[in-house]
């Protein structure tokens, strides 16, 4: 599956790109007068292959798992939390259950490797949460112990995320977001970029959820620990994956591919969700066109990663909390941007003189 996934994968469509800024060029507004709208409009022309693309489904998918480096003092929650945050999302009350309603997205989250036994949650919530059991095992291994994860449990994770896109896909997509719930996963999360970037920890480790400056200093050194005893090959996501990451990273890069092999434009959300977009970026040199940065994190080591995928924040609200909370206000613009290329009239349409 994850072969087929990355075989799919094809360039952004340039003669629907030519066609969406003509187009654009037209519209009864002076030109170029709605900013970066017209670029994002005329970006998803070329990743979905029309030139007047219209976003009217959009979800957001939510990886959740735990991870052995919990133990190593790196969060401020108890590993519990995971657990206690995914029973919050199914009774409708956490953040990004506000938010996706908010854009008009619909929600899915995913059991990749939470603690515990499987929830007991029913898989389409009154709430209008869509849940999904894809549990690999009870959270990763601790990195600074040996690997995450085997190399199987790593690939499996990622074609999990290939069938959660895809079981959203048949409900009806036309944009899908990214986000994640796992205490401690900031700290695999550095240890991915870190790796991938070829950067030292600590211009990537940051203080998740509010760490001391103790802690971060400990964090710094698990994640040096980490790398070291691991030695994950930067040029094979898969490693890296299964070395320093974890099973809802995975996922996350899972639903990219999956998105992209499909030219279904994805919004990634924060720090954690940008690490699974840099192990999807491994595998093809075109993920990166498929993808838009919802928000940029204010956590130190996001605008790198940010910048090695060659991507933009649509915006900067000063948001760490992840679970797809940044995903969903770029949705809500990229469902903007998709509107004022199908519904505004042109000039000859408005019967409105144009520019002299």
């Keep these: 599956m994850l072969q087929k996934m990355i075989d799919k994968i094809k ?54 798992g735990d991870h052995g480096v919990a133990t190593q003092g790196v969060s401020r929650f108890p590993q519990a939390v995971t657990r206690e945050m995914v029973s919050n999302f199914a009774r409708g ?9 908010h854009a008009g997205a619909r929600l899915t989250v995913v059991d990749m490797g939470v603690a515990g036994p499987t929830f007991p949650i029913a898989p389409e919530s009154e709430n209008g949460l869509r849940f999904l059991s894809k549990k690999i095992a009870s959270g990763s291994q601790d990195i600074c112990s040996g690997p995450a994860m085997t190399r199987e449990q790593a690939i499996l994770s990622i074609e999990y995320g290939i069938q959660a896109f895809l079981e ?26 870190a790796a991938m970037l070829k950067i030292t920890p600590e211009r990537v480790v940051n203080r998740g959820t509010g760490i001391t400056d103790e802690a971060l200093h400990q964090k710094i050194e698990v994640v040096k620990k980490a790398l070291q005893m691991n030695h994950p090959d930067p040029d094979d996501p898969i490693d890296v994956l299964a070395k320093v990451g974890g099973f809802e990273i995975g996922g996350i890069a899972g639903v990219i591919l999956g998105a992209c092999a499909h030219r279904i434009p994805v919004v990634i959300d924060g720090f954690i969700s940008t690490a699974g977009a840099l192990l999807a970026s491994g595998f093809h040199a075109e993920v990166k066109n498929y993808l838009f940065a919802g928000h940029q994190s204010a956590v130190e080591g996001h605008a790198l990663m940010l910048e090695a995928l060659n991507l933009h924040p649509l915006v900067d609200l000063g948001m760490r909390l992840g679970e797809g909370t940044g995903a969903s206000f770029g949705l809500f613009i ?15 349409e408005a019967s409105v003189s144009g520019p002299m």
């Design 334 to 348: 990229l469902t903007a941007a998709s509107r004022i290329t199908t519904e505004m009239l042109t000039f000859d």
């Design 11 to 64: 360039p952004l469509d340039t003669s629907a790109i030519a066609a969406a800024r003509h187009h654009h060029d037209q519209l009864a507004i002076p030109p170029g007068s709605l900013g970066k709208l017209h670029a994002l409009a005329i970006r998803l022309a070329g990743i979905t292959g029309n030139p007047r693309p219209e976003i009217n489904h959009t979800a957001i998918i939510t990886m959740a």
């Design 93 to 101: 009350g956490a953040a990004i259950n506000v938010l996706a309603r």
């Design 168 to 193: 959203e896909k048949a409900k009806g997509l036309d944009a899908v977001g990214t986000g994640d719930m796992g205490i401690a996963n900031t700290t695999p999360s550095a240890a991915i970029a």
